[in-house]
């Protein structure tokens, strides 16, 4: 996609990449232990944890909770 006024497809596509990487960044330089997430999509959940290097993670609706150490209660 190219970035165009006239195509808000292309535009929310750019937008999500960008952010995207940032959290990226943010998550490689600060390194937390436990993150906390509200609009997460369970879809994803998985597939997030294992490539942000978390070892466990809970859900519930669009909230989810990822740790390096195990969760005992949600």
Not at 33 to 38: A, F, G, K, M, P
Request: proline letters at 3%.
């Amino acid at each position: 996609y190219k970035f165009s006024a006239n195509n808000p497809q292309a535009y929310h596509l750019t937008h999500s990449i960008l952010i995207v990487k940032h959290f990226s960044l943010l998550l490689q330089a600060k390194n937390p232990d436990v993150l906390c997430l509200q609009e997460s999509d369970d879809e994803y959940d998985q597939m997030f944890a294992e490539s942000a290097g978390y070892k466990h993670f809970a859900s519930k609706g669009t909230r989810a909770i990822f740790s390096k150490w195990k969760i005992k209660e949600v």
